[in-house]
């Protein structure tokens, strides 16, 4: 099988990685981060909160930070030139988002939101309640401190990008069902409340839906899989950043040429497989499960897809059948029957 040319050269610190050193909190790596309601967080001078990034998947193109407000707390302001999509992974709390010269807009959220903060538009999260709050956020950090390699600029523009923020009401302008299987919004209050459309040619039941969350490049979408179903292994190119919002099960992953491994997931549990690394989703709960996906090109802002079929899935009959063995059995001791047809992710 002819694959893709890939070659790592290490010329030393990046630009990111130098930001990294100076912020000092924790660094989480690898594919898999059993909770992020639990992760260790360190003091984050930035943020004026505790916080770790996750650099999983061992790429530079994006990242994702958890950070923890306490009862009654607040971060500091924040502004800066890369895009932030927020999944609140605990507690309730609200934003605050402005521009120069603009009136301020506020709203509130609680476990199972998803929001996007507007390109370099300042902002604030609070914490008004009795109980912390964690927040699970995927940013596109890496690549823009990497081309740019100036920390003022990113961080200290005095840009307004005008046309991606409005004040008042219509900072939820955005809220539309643009087509099958697509929203635009600024805020969906929960991801396993929202509804989603069916995704037929992925199989029975499914469900799925991308959003752009407030004009970012930075795609995401959530997927629903019924009881007793699965998706055949796929790969593609590293920083696709899964959370588990609803329901329970396993990822597989494995690179060429090594073990393939099974992880245990359930809400909370984020995973991320490599460059080219095989995966696929089971559900083994009585209930469906959903996962929300942070996933780089907004398919609105570009249109490119590097797939080619005879390296990026596995078609169910080429798989070692022991997957389904596997599968099936774990599903009869829970007393759900498996899906005739798996999905095709
Ligand atoms: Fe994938």
New binding site residues.
Partial sequence: MLLPFREHLDFGPTPYDLLQQKEGIPIVRGNIVEDVTTLELGKWARMGVDGCFLNLSNQQRSDAYVCEIPAGGQTLPQRHLFEEIVYVAKGRGATTVWQEGRGKVTFEWAMGAIFAIPLNASYIHFNGSQEPVRLFVGTNCPAMINIFHNEDFIFRNPFDFRDRFQEGDDFLRYNQHVTDRYWETNLVPDVNEFALDDFPMKGKNVKHMRFTLSDTTYGCHVSEFPPGCRSTF???GPG?V?IITKGEGYVMLWSDGEKRQRHPFKVGTVYS?NDLMW?GHFNTGTDVMRHF?M?GDSPKYSHDRFRNPSWTMIPMADEDPAIQEEYVEILKQKGVEAAVQVVE?
């Fill in positions: 796929h790969r593609h696709a899964i497989p995966h996906a996933r992710d």
